[in-house]
């Protein structure tokens, strides 16, 4: 069985700096159109000519291949309206990021009280400009798996209720609550779901032994979770698409006393989905969901080329470590037998 479908795009992918874009930006190029690119660098990409600058070395990195990146902004508590108004209008970033500080991976500089930020968003309402969200609560006391659901209730309705004009994405969601929160929405949200959060809950990462390349955040949640999420998945609404979230992390750093949170999935993210849509009867609600719900939501023409996928009797391996100096990233594991390959 062979499935044609539009070139996929990624709206959610972390390509790093340095050694660690050099060798993992060919393996998105060389599977996706186009990426929106997270700006948690460090230092993050906060300005207009930090976006332009991280652009090129993005460029450089993919060598020849047809590939796009399309850059965001790291908001913080001192970012200008002007220079968000600024970047959006001359085509320099598609979105803006925000990270609640404290939520996740590099995101120290990002954002501790809403108010502050208030006049960036009202001016990004105003123009037009995508939020992309990462929706957890940060509170320590918040236990880690409620921590979407609770931002839901208590900083993305309200913030929606206050400005309605403005367009978010509520990015990676991990809960039926997201899901249904989305689905239920009058307008102006969407949501990016990831590969592995459809795949993977939390017994994987957890029972019979902890595996920590499944250690990502928003964290892997129980298996009713997964089942809402991969039913909006593969439902066709246009509100829902793919972000991999791919974010890779040295092996190292992963295995270690404190190790960091990222799954490395954009080496085999279609062949995964293509299995789960399957499974689920839902072949034919793959391409929305990879390669037109996100255009569309950000207003971009569709891809004309193809790509091929074919069902086989032998599974796809695990695609192989990358090796980074001494070190290697370690591609995400599906837990399953994968018979589809991209030929
Ligand atoms: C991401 C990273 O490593 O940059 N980690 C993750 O677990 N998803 C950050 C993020 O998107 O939360
Ligand atoms: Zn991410």
């Known amino acids: 069985m062979k499935l044609t479908l539009r070139r996929p795009d990624d709206w959610h992918l972390h390509l790093r700096d340095n050694d660690m874009l050099t060798a993992v930006a060919g393996v998105s190029a060389a599977r996706f159109a186009r990426a929106l690119i997270m700006p948690n660098l460090v230092p993050p990409v906060v300005a207009r000519a930090d976006a332009i600058a991280y652009r090129t070395r993005i460029m450089q990195a993919v060598g020849g291949a047809s590939f796009t990146p399309y850059m965001s902004l790291y908001l913080t508590e001192n970012t200008q309206p002007s220079e968000v ?12 990021k925000l990270y609640p500080a404290g939520a996740t991976t590099n995101s120290a500089s990002g954002v501790a009280d809403l108010s502050k930020v208030m006049p960036v968003l009202e001016a990004m309402a105003q123009n037009n400009i995508v939020l992309c969200v990462h929706g957890e609560v940060t509170h320590a006391e918040v ?14 309705d309200p913030l929606r209720s206050q400005l309605p004009e403005l367009r978010i994405v509520m990015e990676h969601i991990t809960t039926r609550q997201a899901a249904e929160y989305v689905t239920s929405s ?18 994987h990462m957890l029972a019979g032994g902890i595996r920590p390349h499944y250690y990502c955040l928003p964290i892997v949640k129980r298996e009713s979770h997964r089942e809402a999420l991969l039913a909006v998945a593969t439902s066709g609404d246009p509100r829902f698409f793919l972000g991999t979230d791919s974010a890779p992390h040295t092996k190292n750093t992963k295995l270690s006393e404190c190790g960091c949170a990222g799954v490395f999935n954009a080496a085999n993210t279609m062949e995964c989905l293509a299995s789960l849509f399957e499974e689920q009867d839902a072949l034919e609600m793959l391409e929305g969901f990879t390669s037109v719900n996100g255009a569309n939501w950000y207003g971009l023409a569709l891809n004309e080329e193809t790509i091929t996928l074919e069902k086989r009797d032998e599974p796809m391996s695990v695609p192989e470590p990358i090796v980074i100096g001494d070190d290697v990233v370690v591609p995400f594991d599906p837990a399953r037998p994968i018979y589809w390959h991209q030929i």
């Open 85 to 96: 108004v600024q970047a959006a209008k001359d085509g320099t970033v598609l979105a803006v």
């Open 143 to 156: 236990d880690i798996f409620d921590r979407e659901a609770q931002f839901i209730d208590t900083v993305l």
């Open 186 to 203: 009058a307008g102006n949200l969407a949501a990016s779901i990831t590969t592995h959060h459809l795949m993977i809950n939390r017994n």
